[in-house]
């Protein structure tokens, strides 16, 4: 799911106009440029039935939108969100539409070597399945 996940993000023609392929696992990597997008797995999300796991997970993950201002990370957001909102199959997962759970504002940080960077956090229940 996560390679799929960030296959997915990077396909898609406004988040790449935007972040190019600057997407992440858990850490950007460090003197890329910025806007990007950092991702972190919250919550495994496993949906169990009397039998088990379903095969089927509601995982929740953070969706970092980051940049200098926010006329750089904002329209990052929106395109995420349009994006997530959608059902489509990437490799070998099937994702259904995502749910925007939270979203809060990052509070601007000095980067040595960067500046000011700051952002929008969101968590999405991101519902998948592998095939």
């Known amino acids: ?10 396909a898609n023609p406004t988040i790449a106009g935007l972040v190019g ?27 169990y039935t009397h039998n088990g796991d379903s095969g ?4 929740r993950i953070q969706f970092d939108s ?9 329209p990052v ?5 349009a ?13 259904s539409m995502s749910f925007l759970e ?7 940080v000095d980067v040595d070597g960067v500046g000011a960077v700051g952002g929008i956090s969101a968590d999405f229940f991101v519902w998948w399945k592998s095939l």
């Open 102 to 108: 939270s979203e809060r504002d990052m509070p601007f």
């Open 77 to 81: 957001f929106n395109a995420l969100k």
């Open 56 to 59: 089927y997970y509601g995982s």
């Open 1 to 10: 799911m996560r390679i799929d996940l960030r296959s997915r993000l990077v």
């Open 83 to 95: 994006e997530m909102e959608q059902a489509k199959t990437v490799g070998q997962t099937a994702f």
């Open 66 to 74: 980051i940049g200098l201002e926010v006329r750089d990370f904002e």
């Open 21 to 47: 392929s600057r997407v992440y696992w858990n850490k950007r990597k460090q003197g890329d440029p910025l806007p990007a997008i950092v991702l972190y797995k919250i919550s495994p999300g496993i949906q």
